[in-house]
Structure formats: C-alpha cells, structure tokens
C-alpha cells in the first residue's frame, strides 16, 4: 500500500508473493531477497512505476536513524492530509500540528501578554500592537511574531524526538522556513530532517479546499476561512518565498499520491545524505545503503522524464 495500490490489490499482490516463495521451496529468505521478490512481483503484476515507488518508501522505512518531516504551508493547502497518508505510509505514529503547539503556548501566556497566539495565521494582523512603518505588511508582521513564537515550541518537540530516537511529523502554516533554528546542525548526523513547503497555485483549487473542509468536520465554517481568502493567499506568497531564500523545496499541490511521491523523494535525497555524513552511517546499521543508492537512482530517472516532458 506504500506504493499507492489500494488495499484489495495490495492484498492480491501480497498472496502472488507468497504463492511464488512458498513454490520456490525456500524455509528462510533474507530481506534483500524478499525486496527483489516483491519487486519482480510488482512490476508483472502492477506496473513499473509502483515497483519503482516501493524502492523509495522502502528505503525510507528501513532507516535506523529517527526522520523527522516538517510540512509547512498556508492554511487549506493540505497539509493535514499529506501528513496523515504519509505517517501512515511510514509506520510514523506521532504526528503534531504547529495549532496544537500554540493551545500549549496559550497556556502559559495570557491574551494581553501574546496577542497573536490567540489569533489565527490569517487573522494575526488584529492582533498586532507594535508600530507598523508606512511600508510594512501588518498580517506578515502579526504573522512572523506568531510563527517564531511557535517555532520555540517546535523547535523543542523536534529536539526531543531525536534524544529519543523517534520519527515524528510535524505540520503547520507557522512552519516558515528561517524560523526554526539551527536545523542543519540539529539533524546533522543524528537523524534525517527534511523540511518542505506546500503551496497550492491555482485559487479556485485552494479555494475548493475550504468546501470540502466544511464537509469533513463540524466546527469549522468555510465562510470564516473564504472571508480571509485573500490573506491566506499572502501568507502562501511570504512562506513560498521564504521557502525560495532558503532552498527549502516547495511542493506544489494539485494531486496527492504525486505531492506525497515528490514529498518521499526529497526524503530520499536527505536519507542518502544523512547516511553518506559519516557517523550517521555508523550508526544506521540497518540501512540497505544499495536501495537507498537505488531510489536516489528512481528519483533521478523520474526527474529526467519530467525535464523530458517539459522540453516537449
């Protein structure tokens, strides 16, 4: 299921693996053995593209080193649900979101003392009691003492997750890149830390989020969220932009099975790194360093297709 087939053919490919070791006569098979099984399986059974899919999210949950994804964005972009499939495409069980940060943040802070925790990202203009000079941008500003207010908190649960050695997803619209400090040196040999950025580029799309929203939960009314449309967008532009400054991958947004493909890929990139930085590959003893070197090789050939595609 990591490679995107649904759970009846996932099943049905799952049994042909099984059929094929148990008619091959073979009483103990090592785990590279069963990935070159499962991969011949899958590209007669399936395609090559779900064959080549499995490589990179397989090479991504062997990793013995504790990853750690930061999904930022805009509000309604997504993020949630990019962050759900992909925790559950990883075996990842701890999954916190930058809103439930700022209630904890809340706690310690009155409404007089930090009036933007209190605010909504898009409504954080409000609540701004600084002099603004003539040129500057109320929301950004109202919107960055929000953001490096949760990063603090952020900061701490991703530094913890690494003590401890546990993989943990964190998603959020106040994960700007900038904001959180020292993220190089805090992954750096000690876990695999990879930060993307979301965005949506066609309106009517990001739009149609917020009907949907309203028909997936109770509490939350599209009219509040379409009122501030126009804000939530200029809060996309600054963290796409600040994403653009930093290097940070923005991932644009229009289909999920391709977001979280594209989301994995960087994944892989930044595992190859991490397990190539030297003490990090010491201690990932159980990385099979030749899938990973084959997704890196998967994600090249797909790369070359796209570039293909867009000369054409």
């Known amino acids: 299921m990591m490679t995107g087939l649904g759970p009846a053919r996932s099943y ?36 090559d593209q779900y064959a080549e899919a499995f490589i990179k999210w ?14 930022g964005g805009a509000t309604g972009v997504g993020k949630s649900t990019i962050a759900t499939q992909l925790a559950s495409r990883l075996g990842i069980t701890r999954v916190v979101s930058t809103d439930a940060v700022r209630e904890i943040l809340r706690s310690a802070f009155t409404p007089e003392m930090f009036p933007t925790l209190y605010s909504s990202s898009f409504e954080a203009d409000k609540a701004v009691r600084q002099p603004i000079p003539h040129s500057g941008d109320k929301l950004i500003i109202g919107f960055r003492e929000q953001a490096a207010a949760v990063a603090v908190g952020a900061q701490s649960l991703i530094s913890r997750a690494i003590a401890e050695g546990t993989d943990l997803i964190l998603e959020g619209a106040h994960l700007v890149p900038g904001f959180i400090e020292s993220l190089d040196e805090i992954g750096h040999d000690r876990a695999v830390v990879v930060s993307v950025v979301i965005s949506v580029d066609d309106e009517k799309l990001h739009r149609s989020h917020f009907f949907r929203r309203n028909t997936d939960t109770k509490h939350r009314s599209e009219q509040r969220y379409l009122a501030n449309f126009k804000k939530i967008r200029r809060i996309q532009k600054y963290m796409v932009t600040s994403a653009m400054m930093r290097g940070v991958p923005i991932i644009s947004h229009y289909d999920l ?36 070197n084959r997704a890196v090789g998967v994600i090249d050939r797909e790369r070359e297709g796209d570039s293909h595609e867009a000369v054409s």
Do not use: C, F, Y
């Open 12 to 47: 049905q490919v799952a049994n042909t693996i099984e059929k094929e070791m148990v008619a091959g006569g073979l009483e103990q098979v090592s785990q590279e053995q069963l990935v070159g099984i499962t991969l011949d399986v899958l590209r007669r059974e399936a395609g």
């Open 58 to 71: 397989q090479s991504v949950a062997e990793l013995d080193v504790p990853l750690i994804i930061l999904i």
């Open 257 to 292: 099975d391709q977001t979280l493909s594209e989301t994995i890929s960087h994944v892989v990139a930044q595992a190859l790194k991490t397990v190539e930085g030297g003490k990090a590959a010491a201690d990932a003893k159980a990385v099979d360093e030749g899938l990973l």
